[in-house]
């Protein structure tokens, strides 16, 4: 048994102070250290700095680290610019992007506290490193594919990919999971084969929807920037899919649909109603032209992510917080500091459902400390504070064991 002592911590009744938790693997009391250390004699105790803040370790529910090569290559500005640029730079990007590499975004997101990602695989090249790293992992096998004609062998690697992410499970913190890539790559009787795959084994499912207006456009008249990219690529001058029957397809599963940038209010409504959820990735959007999330209208929950290196410059999860204090600028900033920091900790462990993102007894041990650099003068300010000041966090605790 050890247990963790420090300023505040935060629970999902908001922070407390002059507290500490006892745990093994998971949390198993919260009270004064006289009571803990009553009630466990032998257990070790963790002080922490003084102005420590103690919150369950965050969650990214949506990262591309095979696309961790890119700095300068891809143009950012506009989506479908952006989708050329990724076309003429992918094979270098991914050769350039090593287990090393990759290894050190994975150390990158932990050192900003990040104990749990969700890792989305093109080609299962980040496996072995998901295997390896401290996080738990919830691994995105993607499927992808519009054509008919190549639909099955892609559907085919798909599983094959799948397959390995399952035999990891035992011997790692890696859940298998399915990701479609959009409405517009992937055709609909792959994408209904894999949902029901999904449903039957329960595993967690994602998909980017309606991200660009140029996505709109071809999903609702066969028109705009997408349709010279498929008469270009594809020869084809028709969408496989709308967005209707798209959202249809996953009526009976939730799923976690990223990005929503161009969804209208009938559409969220309709998510919202379906028990789906959002990740929001603040500085992608931006980067790429594709519109502000409207997240003050939102009705269902939502994380925020940071997506991968290809539309982003970190995957610290502190800079993407910072990103959505300053995106979403008409929101008073207090109540939009204390939101985001439910987002990526209790939102995000529900939508991925795994058992953490809050310090409550019986949740997984995963812990991040972040150590405010003077004692805050108002407690409600907590939260704005962490955002604001910190861009690496002191300790880290994954299933009990320290990390950072
Ligand atoms: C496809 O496989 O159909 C596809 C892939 C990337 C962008 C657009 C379409
Ligand atoms: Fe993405």
Redesign the pocket.
């Known amino acids: 048994m050890k247990i963790l002592v420090s300023d505040y911590i935060y629970t999902p009744n908001g922070f407390i102070s002059n507290q500490a938790i006892a745990f093994t693997e998971t949390i198993k009391n919260i009270g004064t250290l006289e009571k803990l250390r009553h009630k466990y004699p032998d257990a070790t105790i963790i002080k922490t700095e003084k102005n420590s803040v103690l919150y369950p370790g965050f969650i990214n529910t949506h990262v591309h680290l095979e696309f961790s090569a890119n700095k300068t290559s891809l143009r950012y500005g506009s989506f479908m610019p952006w ?1 050329y640029s990724v076309i003429e730079h992918r094979d270098d990007l991914i050769k350039d992007c090593d287990n090393a590499m990759m290894e050190n975004q994975c150390k990158e997101m932990l050192h900003s506290g990040i104990t749990t990602f969700g890792a989305i695989s093109s080609f299962g090249n980040e496996l072995q490193v998901c295997e390896k790293t401290p996080q738990r992992v919830v691994f995105f096998n993607e499927l ?4 008919a004609a190549y639909a099955d062998m892609l559907y085919g690697d798909f599983l094959e990919r799948l397959k390995a992410s399952q035999s990891c499970e035992e011997s790692s913190r890696i859940t298998p999971a399915i990701a479609i ?1 959009s409405p ?2 992937v055709h609909p009787i792959i994408l209904q084969k894999a949902v029901t795959i999904a449903k039957q084994n329960e595993l967690p499912l994602s998909t980017h929807f309606l991200e660009s207006k140029a996505e709109r456009e071809w999903l609702e008249s066969d028109s705009g920037e997408f349709r010279e ?1 498929f008469e270009k690529y ?1 020869n084809t001058s028709t969408p496989v899919t709308n967005i209707e029957e798209f959202m249809h397809a996953f009526d009976t599963y939730p799923t976690h649909f990223t990005h929503c940038t161009q969804a209208n209010k009938k559409e969220l409504d309709y998510l919202a109603n379906k028990g789906h959820s959002i990740a929001h990735c603040p500085r992608s959007n931006r980067y790429l032209g594709c519109r502000r999330l409207k997240i003050e209208e939102l009705n269902l929950p939502f994380s925020v992510a940071t997506d991968g290196l290809s539309s982003n410059d970190s995957l610290n999860i502190f800079d993407e917080l910072r990103a959505a204090l300053m995106l979403h600028n008409d929101i008073p900033i207090q109540e939009l500091a204390t939101r985001l920091l439910q987002t990526v900790t209790e939102n995000a462990a529900d939508i991925l459902h795994l058992n953490c993102g809050k310090i409550a007894v019986n949740k997984l041990a995963d812990f991040t400390i972040v150590t405010l650099p003077e004692t805050p003068k108002r407690e409600e300010e907590i939260a704005l504070w962490t955002i604001l000041h910190t861009k690496k966090v002191s300790q880290v605790y994954i299933q009990g064991e320290k990390y950072v």
């Not at 992808?144 to 054509?147: A, P, R, V």
Request: glycine residues 10%; neutral net charge.
């Open positions: 989708l992808i594919g519009s054509n890539h517009y790559s990219f594809f």
